[in-house]
Structure formats: structure tokens, C-alpha cells
């Protein structure tokens, strides 16, 4: 199933609008033609909704809003809403700061959601529509164990039913909802925090999957996930062998996208169905 | 004489004022240097005439364009042409959106440009006033080929004629025009479309080159293209060595170019006079 | 000391909130993560006190500066000093256009600034405030040399005094001082000048490391940038040996300082107290 969300994807090549955040915005760029995918941005209302129209799907990542850009996610998320594609949230840094909070409310609430990707952190704000958290990372507190793992999917089946869309909470162990089925992903590297924009990338990702893979949202976004965090760990083997730190890292991270092929990535990935 | 023209650009260190997209502006400054220019970005209408007014040449790149960069696009284009500086444009996705395509053809009414290099569609769009492309990439309908190559030298001498600008046409087969001459050019590699921005950094070499070469426009853009070309080639040849994928495909890019002698570039580069 | 302000910083893990450019702004982030730091970054006006009040440092960075994003400064850096959160400012580009000018006066003017990191051009222009400068690189005329060491000495001195900062002069030899102290740093290499954004990504990890060493701002400001000069210099040795040009050498940099031991740094700093 896997093997074929990322031939899909690569056939399909899909064009992936995104509205997100000037930090992480070229390594989302070069992530999405990695896995497959291609990558428009375009951020200003008096265009949003014509780039979007021409596009495959659409990610909203709040990671650096103002108010000139909310205003264009509104506008593009409901045109894109209303032609059928698939519209991916990342509610970065939602809880950190009532802006974010309510902007990313007001989008799920708004704008039918294909997939909700957040940290667990940005995932409970979401479903108790009210959170705390440390800037743009996941408090400890909250962090997704083995122990409270069914507590979790709890969680995020919760979100999911309140909202319509695929919820995937991502950290050392994913977890990936919709109202039917769970997935649990086990793929990654710890090192993979030390890379600023991992979240971001993945997002791009998965709306690219999804996008070419329509008939299975919950599965083709588990399968994004997996093979994010399985780049995570090829290049970490990359990485030990070669030397180098952090910078490097991120690139065989992305390097490693760009080279996978379903063999590999049916051989690596760990996903486990409840 | 793209000998000469690589040694002036190095000697003269040209600093270039860029209005460009928040996507690949980092790859954008770091390829300038590479090549022997000097970056300043400033897109602020309050500093935009002061800062172009130190410069020596300003490169107006619409990839994220809004509505106050495009007030300060106009300001900066304005005074850099008055004070005989390069302006040299990318319209990034022009034909993709209305406000892209009335943006690019009312900077090229306003503003005389020293060069205007897009992908195919975009210089399409830009001759007829209209057009349609797959988002920033170009239509595989429209690509330049050995048996249309006739064609699209007349398209880009057409669009010469009606700007009095340089013209380039980059894709698999690069085409330079200007009123008299017209340059082909067959460096590069294919990979290089796996890798975000390489138009957006040949671009702002191009504008270096210019600002350096003032005698040989048309030439010098010739040769910041085979530049480009070649250090893709090279790069692709390290990289086939290494091992790596995309990303680190584009760091070897701006490697490559920051390496890159004269004599490797004379002996490397693939410019046909027509 | 420098010792125990690498292991504080990487102990305490300071949240910076970054109000910064958009060139430069991923290497930044990246780079506090491999100091040992955590990276924000968030503009608006309607969130920045809210966020700055969740961190542990602020960064104000005016290297593309526009009208929206100076009243969040000045907001942030309200809130963050009030809090008595330091906040370091990166005055990019003052004396290159009277906006830079006066956004930096009025900054300083308005805001206790723990540190105050500008090339000598933009250290001059505060002083004396006015200034002239090539863009957002030093102007050659005013390099700072083993001759004229003194002077700019009693200049960062100057600027000290009229600031209440700590003030750090950044370039081949760079000189930190506050009201009582004066250290001069020859870490570095100059292969870091074709690297866009080391100044910024320094003033990043400035921020970082007198957050953790509130005790002992200058003394943590000089090991700051001993550390990313000795960066460059490890980061060096490792591109002689491995090939590589500019963007190899940016990402040996980062890597540099993510794998930097305490024992490393103390090794290989080179602080001269004054």
C-alpha cells in the first residue's frame, strides 16, 4: 500500500500551493520536489485563489502569520476547499500565543481540513481549543509515550471527528487518524530535532501524498510520515559514516527523500495499524 | 570573452540591490558571492531608492510578490534606471496569475530593463500579453527543442525589439537575444530542476555580470548562463563521486560556482553565436 | 569561563525570540539549535509581546526591516526589557539608507539593549550617528586592525557608555566591551566573508549565550564569538580536507558548532582580555 502512495506521488507529481512561513520555506520547497512533488508559494489575496485553482493541493502553515497572510489563507483555503483539493494545516506554535491559537481555529473551523499535522502540543490546543506550550516546540509534559500512546489516538480521533480531517500528531512516535483507522509510525531519528523545519517539510509532504492519493487520506499521510522519518534515519547512517553535524544532516535528510524508492521505503518503514 | 567577462565580474565585485521572493533568497545572496557579485536585499518603499542608488545593479524578481513590494519594485526600478544602473527582471510565474502577468508586463512598460530571463512560458506570456503556465515551471508544451530552436530566437528577439532589453530564455537550451546578436547556450544538467531556485540565482549572476560587462550586455549574459550551466555540470559530476541527492546537488551548485576559474569556465562552456 | 558559558547555554537551552531578516533567517535558526539554543521567530504585532514573553532572549535584526515589522520590534523589545529578557540588536545596513539609520537610534534609544553586534561601519554609524557604508558589509576604510586597535576600542567603549549595552565590534579581529571591560577576539577565517549571514547567525547565538550568562554579559558575549569563529576555522580544516567551496563551508559551520565541546572551544578561543 505504501510502495504504491509513493509511486502514485511521484507519477502524479503533484502541485502543492503553499502559504507558509519565510524560516523553513526553502528547505519545504526542496523537500517537495524530493518526494515528488512540485512547489508554488504565493502569499497575496489578490492572487491567491488563481494560484490555488491551478494547483493540486494546499498547505497553511502559521508559522510566521500577519494579518495580510491569514487573510490569504482564508481566500485560499476556501477556493481550494471548493475544487476538491486537499487542504493540509500546520498549526505552528497554536497555544504559544492567542493569535495563533484562534487563526488556527478559525482555519479548521472554516475550512474543511484533508489533514491536521501538528505536534502534540499544537494538537490538544486544537481539540481543547485552548493550550500552552514552549514556542514552537512540544511541551515535555505532553510528549506521545508508549504508556499513554491510547490516550493520544484518543486525542487525535477526537480532533478528527470534530473536524472531518486526517489527524497526524508527529514526535518520536506519529500517530495518524481519521474515523475509521489508526496508524502508528516508528520511524525517525532523535537527531531530527536538531534540523529546524522537519515539521514543515513533512507537512508539504503529506498534502503532496494525499493529493495523489485521494481514495486513502489516512494511509497516504502515515506513508508521507514514514518515509520522512525514514529519510531521518538513512541519512543518520549517512551521516556516521561521513562526519558533520546538524547542517549536513539536513541535507542528507533531504537528499535521502530524493533518492528513495518504494523498495527501500517498504523495507524501512515501521507502521503498525489499530 | 567570457574569459574577460568572468575576471571584470570578480574584479568589480558588483553589489546588487534584489527585490526577490523570501523562498530562495538565501540561495539568491550566497550564489552572488559565489560568482564575485555583493548582496543587499531591501524591499521597503521608505529605503528601496536610497539603497539602489548605492548599488550597481537591481534585479526585480516577482516569485512572492505582494503589494508593497511591488510599489517598492516600481520605486527602486525607477531610480536604478534613472541613475543608468541594470535593472533585470524575473517574472517568476508570469501567465500563472493575472497579477503576476500585469505586474511583470507594467514593470517592463515603466521601467527599461537591462535583461528579462524567465522560463519559456513566462517570456511567452510576456510577448503576447497573456498567457498560461503550470504554476513557476514552465508548460512542457512550450519547451525549447533543437527543431524549434528557429521559433523561439524569434520570439525572444521579438520581445527585445519591444523592450530594448536583453532577453533570455532558460530551460534545456538557453537562448540569449538581443537586437543584433543571439547566443545558444548548451550548458547544464538536468538535475538541476530538482533543485529549487536555480532560476532565481541565475538571475541575480546574470545582473552581476551585466553591471560588470556594461560594453557586452548581451554577452555577458551569455556567459553567466553558461556559468550557471557549467558549475550544474560540475556539480553533478562531484556529486556522482560523493554520493548525495538534491540537496546536496545544490550546495555543490554554488560550490561550483564559487571554485570556478576562468580557464575552467573558457574550456567548459557551450555558447553558440547565431 | 568561556568553558562554563558554552555549558550554561547548552544547559539552559534559551528560547530567542527572532524578530530578523528573511535572507538569512533558516541559518539563523538552524545555527541557535547547534549552539545549544531553541529559535522563534514571529513578526507581528499582534502576537510579538505575547510570544517574547514565553522566551528567554530577543533578537532584533533590521537586515530587511519594513514599516510593519519596526513597530514589532519596538513592541517586542518593550515587553522583552521590561521582563528583563536581554535583547540583542543586529543593526544591519545602518548608515546604508537614513530608514536603517534612524530605525537603529530609535531602537537603541527606546530599548535597553543587553548587546549591540554591527560590523565597524554600522558600530561607527550608531556612535556618531550618521554614517556611510557599502551596503550591509563594513566599508574598507574603517577595518578594524591590529594599528588602530585602540581606537575602535574607545569607540565600542563610546557606544557603550551612551547605551548601557555591551558592544560587540565584529570583523577579521572583533572587539567586545562594556563600561569596565574590553575583549578582543582573533578566532575566524576569512573564507567567512563569502558566507551570507554570519554576522546574523552570530548575533543569534550572542542572544543565546548572555541569556545563560546574565551574570557575565560581555565575558558570554566574547565566547559567543569565539565559538563561531572558531567555527569557521574548524569548519575550514574540514573543507581543505573534504573539497568544497562557499555553501559546503556554510553548512562545516554549523556543523562546527553543533558538535563544539566545552573542551574544544577552551582549546582553540582566542580571548585577550583587556
Do not use: Q, W
Amino acid at each position: 500500500m505504501s510502495k504504491m502512495h509513493l509511486e502514485k506521488n511521484r507519477l502524479k507529481n503533484p502541485l502543492v500551493h503553499c502559504i507558509t512561513n519565510y524560516v523553513t520555506v526553502n528547505d519545504v520547497a526542496n523537500m517537495l520536489i524530493a518526494c515528488g512533488g512540485a512547489p508554488i508559494m504565493a502569499d497575496e489575496a489578490a492572487e491567491v485563489e488563481e494560484m490555488t485553482a491551478i494547483c493540486d493541493a494546499l498547505v497553511l502553515n502559521i508559522g510566521t502569520l500577519n494579518e495580510r497572510t491569514v487573510d490569504s489563507m482564508m481566500l485560499a483555503g476556501r477556493k481550494a476547499s471548493e475544487l476538491g483539493h486537499p487542504v493540509v494545516l500546520d498549526p505552528v506554535g497554536a497555544g504559544a500565543t492567542k493569535l495563533r491559537t484562534e487563526t488556527a481555529l478559525k482555519l479548521i473551523k472554516e475550512i474543511p481540513m484533508a489533514v491536521i499535522r501538528g505536534n502534540i502540543s499544537e494538537i490538544m490546543t486544537l481539540y481543547h481549543g485552548t493550550g500552552s506550550t514552549k514556542g514552537v516546540d512540544a511541551s515535555i509534559g505532553d510528549t506521545v509515550t508508549e504508556d499513554n500512546l491510547d490516550e493520544k489516538i484518543s486525542l487525535a480521533r477526537g480532533l478528527s471527528k470534530n473536524t472531518g480531517a486526517v489527524v497526524a500528531i508527529t514526535g518520536a512516535i506519529d500517530i495518524i487518524a481519521d474515523g475509521t483507522a489508526a496508524y502508528i509510525v516508528r520511524n525517525g531519528h532523535p537527531m531530527m530535532s536538531k534540523v529546524s523545519g522537519t515539521g514543515c517539510m513533512l507537512t508539504a509532504v503529506i498534502a503532496s501524498y494525499v493529493s495523489a492519493n485521494p481514495e486513502e487520506m489516512a494511509g497516504a499521510c502515515a506513508t508521507a510520515i514514514a518515509a520522512m522519518g525514514l529519510s531521518g534515519e538513512i541519512a543518520y547512517e549517512r551521516l556516521m559514516k561521513s562526519g558533520g553535524g546538524p547542517s549536513t544532516y539536513r541535507s542528507f535528510i533531504i537528499d535521502a527523500m530524493g533518492n528513495m524508492t518504494s523498495t527501500e521505503l517498504e523495507g524501512g518503514m515501521k507502521i503498525e495499524v489499530r
